[in-house]
Nanobody
Framework: VQQPVESGGGSVQAGGSLKLSCAASGYRNVNGCWAWFHQAPGKEREWVAFIYSGDRQTHYADSVRGRFTVSQNSAKNMIYLQMNNLKPEDTGMYYC??????????????????????WGLGTQVTVSS
């Protein structure tokens, strides 16, 4: 499995939108857990959204629910993060992660350790007020 690769970051004004993409070539876990994490400047990395490959169920952090949407294209081993109504506090690096093994759906809600994922290098999102 190649390291996930994120794209789509950039600079927008508050209220704007961005769509992030993540590709993981060679990923074969049909019941894998994919995730987006956010690391604001000077803060720890935090999860934003999960999507479970088995049934496409999603799970969101309270801070983004209703504004962000995670989706998956299994055929292309890709996930996406549509970010609407962006706020300055959304600024930071966004990382894509894909579980290294198949999991049950209940684990795809922030219950896997960070070491259980393949990680991308991140893409920068900057939201100005």
């Amino acid at each position: 499995v190649q390291q996930p690769v994120e794209s789509g970051g950039g600079s927008v004004q508050a209220g704007g939108s961005l769509k992030l993409s993540c590709a993981a070539s060679g990923y074969r876990n049909v019941n894998g857990c994919w995730a987006w994490f956010h690391q604001a400047p000077g803060k720890e990395r935090e999860w934003v959204a999960f999507i479970y490959s088995g049934d496409r169920q999603t799970h969101y952090a309270d801070s983004v629910r209703g504004r962000f949407t995670v989706s998956q294209n299994s055929a292309k081993n890709m996930i996406y993060l549509q970010m609407n109504n962006l706020k300055p506090e959304d600024t930071g690096m966004y990382y894509c992660a894909a579980s290294q093994f198949n999991v049950v759906g209940a684990m795809c809600r922030g219950r896997l350790s960070n070491s259980s994922y393949y990680w991308g290098l991140g893409t920068q999102v900057t939201v100005s007020s």
